[in-house]
């Protein structure tokens, strides 16, 4: 069984630029998490969907979205970078089956904001 | 908000000895989920071990164990007969039975194994 697929590995990007990652959870999962991992603040969630819709949200500005696919693919898009968007941003995916909330995670996407 | 602390950040232990990381919690629930997850140099986190607060017994995964003490929110994680591939940054993590499945990190803690 495939594990959750996440493109691009890498980017760079300049101030101002936008940028779109992409998940392919395992299959047979349809919730998708996303985290944000920084040296500074460490991991902190992002939002999670589940059927194409926004189930839970963190505390982060309104210029980083998501979206779901009914192939329960997954997309965040983050808007007029800035330096301190420069991160890993993690991917994890879940079957979401009651008292078990085993999330298999991605291998993430680093982002670079020059 | 919950949060979650692991007061160790780096921890370095000497193969086939035994070593524990410390995590403490802060919450007002009484029902929510535990977990330690391991990040090896590669980046993909991998779920160690899970503890449902409701369960009094410790979970045992193998090499891994942990222990739960839900009156003190502590929940340290103890790794017997260290290995080299043990080596990586541990997180732990917390989840409320309310938030969907949205976890709650500490800021991690890097073992070293050496040889």
């Known amino acids: 069984k495939a594990g959750v697929t996440q493109t691009p590995r890498y980017l760079i990007k300049t101030r101002g630029q936008q940028v779109t990652l992409s998940c392919s959870p395992i299959?047979?999962?349809?919730?998708v998490s996303w985290y944000q991992q920084t040296p500074g603040q460490g991991l902190q969630f992002l939002f999670e969907y589940f059927s194409e819709t926004q189930r839970n949200k963190g505390n982060f500005p309104g210029r980083f979205s998501g979206r779901q696919f009914s192939n329960s693919r997954s997309e965040m898009n983050v808007s007029t970078l800035e330096l301190g968007d420069s991160a890993l941003y993690l991917c994890a995916s879940s079957d979401r089956q009651p008292n078990t909330g085993e999330l298999f995670f991605g291998e993430g996407s680093r982002l670079t904001v020059l | 908000a919950q949060t979650v602390t692991q007061s160790q950040p780096e921890m370095s232990v000497q193969e086939a000895e035994t070593v524990t990381l410390s995590c403490t919690y802060d919450t007002s629930e009484s029902d929510y989920y535990l977990f330690w997850y391991k990040q090896p140099p590669s980046r993909q986190m991998i779920l160690v071990i899970r503890?449902?607060?409701?369960?009094?017994q410790n979970a045992t995964e193998n090499r891994f164990s942990v222990n739960f003490q839900k009156a003190a929110k502590s929940f340290s994680l103890k790794i017997s007969d260290s290995q080299l591939g043990d080596a990586a940054m541990y997180f732990c993590?917390?989840?409320?039975?309310?938030?969907?499945?949205?976890?709650?990190f500490g800021k991690g803690t890097s073992l070293l194994v050496t040889p």
């Open positions: 993590a917390y989840r409320s039975s309310n938030s969907g499945y949205a976890l709650n």
């Open positions: 503890q449902e607060a409701y369960k009094q």
């Open positions: 299959s047979g999962h349809r919730s």
